[in-house]
């Protein structure tokens, strides 16, 4: 199964954009790159995913490389209530059997 | 309004009782998830359902049952064999086919005493 590393924790100035890395080098041809953020104990939120081409919605923006090892979500103004817990996750094998495994995400923290 | 509802939000139960957590949606999404997080930890995969009557386990399914009956119902059941049952447990959901997004409930905090 594809894993994902993502950087622990994370500063950002309120108003700035936040770049989220995640790497995920063992990604298969099919699996898609899903981003979602937990805010303290609540249930995960879905943001964004995408294969291979770059995908922006009203949410944020995520950027894969053109191998596909690696990928960046960008909030592009981070607000106080942008603190939480983003998880990048591959969802694994084909469109008839996608669980989704969680890594250990990376804790977002936004300043004043 | 469509979603996905788990129930009870807190839980209290006696060590080497089993119980069940309720979780449901009329989404109608042919998938669905139990997760389980520990604090300060990522989610982790217990069973997942991608069609009725169908489950598989996931990364970490020992002391743990489910059934999928209905479409719309995948409850998991917490048995005396879970040496740590203690810990907040997510039910998701989601379509198989084409790729979107899955959709979480809020969770049930259980502590076993």
Not at chain 2, 29 to 36: F, Q, S
Not at chain 2, 98 to 103: C, L, N, Y
Request: with cysteine; charged share 20%; net charge neutral.
């Amino acid at each position: 199964d594809a894993k994902t590393t993502q950087p622990p924790s994370m500063d950002c100035a309120e108003g700035r954009a936040a770049n989220l890395p995640c790497n995920h080098s063992t990604i298969s041809g099919n699996e898609y790159v899903y981003w979602y953020r937990q805010i303290h104990s609540q249930g995960p939120q879905y943001i964004i995913h995408g294969l291979k081409n770059n995908e922006t919605n009203e949410m944020a923006s995520l950027i894969i490389t053109e191998d596909r090892k690696s990928s960046t979500l960008i909030l592009p103004h981070a607000t106080l209530r942008d603190t939480a817990v983003y998880y990048c996750i591959v969802r694994v094998g084909s469109s008839n059997t996608g669980k989704l495994i969680f890594g250990q995400g990376t804790t977002l923290q936004v300043k004043p | 309004d469509g979603g996905i509802t788990q129930s009870p939000k807190y839980l209290f139960r006696k060590e080497g009782q089993n119980v069940t957590l309720s979780c449901e949606q009329n989404l109608n999404h042919d998938a669905m998830y139990w997760y389980r997080q520990d604090p300060g930890q990522g989610l982790r995969l217990i069973y997942y359902s991608q069609i009725v009557n169908d489950f598989q386990k996931g990364d970490i399914a020992e002391g743990y049952s489910v059934s999928r009956e209905k479409k719309e119902s995948f409850p998991l059941t917490v048995t005396s064999a879970q040496k740590n049952p203690t810990a907040f447990y997510l039910c998701a959901s989601s379509r198989q086919y084409p790729h979107t997004e899955a959709f979480f409930g809020q969770g049930t905090r259980l502590t076993v005493v």
